[in-house]
């Protein structure tokens, strides 16, 4: 019944967007082409990683309907058995967006994606997403829910939501402030509890002609009691109006919590022992310690 329903949905969008996409080729103002890769390195959490992500993106505008879809192919990506074992394989992703414009006032759209790799990776995420714009106020959402299958030493399920609320105020032409709300959740199937993680994030951003710079400040807990306090700055560019670079470093310090209580079927190894609520994806010797969490990203995009 689950398969059916499934095929079904993917039924609907086929036809929607196919659909969209007559409606677009009519009206659109023309067609955008954009390629990029993208590079992230990441410390601290989990083994130290490097993955590498070239992509290729599509799309139509009209007045008030955007469409886009893009293919990633993901090199080194990480994945885990939420006990403390960490391996690497590769990814091919397909992804459909769209975004309806109204009155200039208000933005809503969605997408889905499917994603298949190594060791019988597989991934369907849909989102959903909304922003509303008041004067010099802007207020977005964002909405994800993955569901992803692989296999590890033994097969391996995960679900994972996340949402993302913000509020941005652009005090003049050069200056914005930022307020966001983060919320994680993930679930193993191999573990018997979900782990969150709460993140509230206040920034700036400073507009110098075709340059802006960005810089934050965020504070959170997580399910396993950690207190998480971190930074970010990032410097995005265009040249010509054709090629955008972006570069983003960010640095949190998980500050552990005074006692870590030890229980069955919490996360703590292959004894199957540890925290209950602790993040999946933290290296087993981590547990119970304080530790810095460290990543760096590279992104080039070049539209025509």
């Known amino acids: 019944m689950k398969t059916l329903l499934n095929k079904n949905v993917i039924f609907i969008l086929i036809i929607f967007y196919l659909i969209v996409i007559h409606i677009t080729l009519v009206h659109s103002k023309g067609l955008e082409a954009t390629i990029g890769f993208k590079s992230k390195y990441t410390s601290g959490i989990s083994d130290s990683n490097i993955v590498y992500k070239p992509y290729g993106k599509i799309g139509y505008d009209i007045d008030f309907l955007e469409i886009n879809i893009t293919g990633t192919y993901t090199i080194h990506q990480q994945i885990t058995d939420g006990l403390g074992n960490f391996a690497e394989i590769n990814t091919s992703q397909i992804l459909i967006q769209s975004l309806i414009n109204i009155a200039d006032v208000f933005e809503v759209g969605g997408g889905y ?7 019988s990776y597989n991934s369907s995420m849909y989102k959903i997403n909304g922003c509303l714009y008041i004067g010099d106020i802007t207020l977005d959402m964002d909405y994800s829910n993955e569901h992803i299958e692989y ?15 913000s509020l941005d105020y652009d005090a003049n032409d050069s200056l914005g402030y930022e307020l966001e709300y983060h919320y994680l959740s993930n679930n193993f199937s191999n573990l018997d509890y979900t782990y969150t993680k709460n993140i509230i994030r206040t920034g700036l951003s400073l507009y110098r002609d075709t340059t802006i710079y960005m810089a934050g400040i965020n504070v959170g807990k997580d399910s396993g009691d950690y207190m998480i306090y971190g ?68 992104s080039f995009s070049y539209s025509f």
Do not use: C, W
Request: proline letters at 2%; aromatic letters at 12%; glycine letters at 12%.
């Open 113 to 119: 994606s499917l994603t298949k790799g190594d060791r």
């Open 151 to 165: 296999y590890f030493t033994t097969d391996v399920e995960s679900k994972s939501k996340t949402f993302i609320g």
């Open 231 to 298: 930074s970010d700055l990032a410097v995005s560019k265009k040249i010509y109006q054709k090629l955008k670079i972006m570069i983003l470093y960010a640095l949190d310090y998980y500050n552990a919590p005074t006692v870590v209580t030890v229980s069955g079927g919490g996360h703590g190894g292959n004894n199957n022992a540890g925290h209950k609520g602790m993040n999946p994806y933290l290296r087993s010797n981590l547990i119970g310690k304080s530790f810095f969490s460290h990543s760096l990203s590279v």
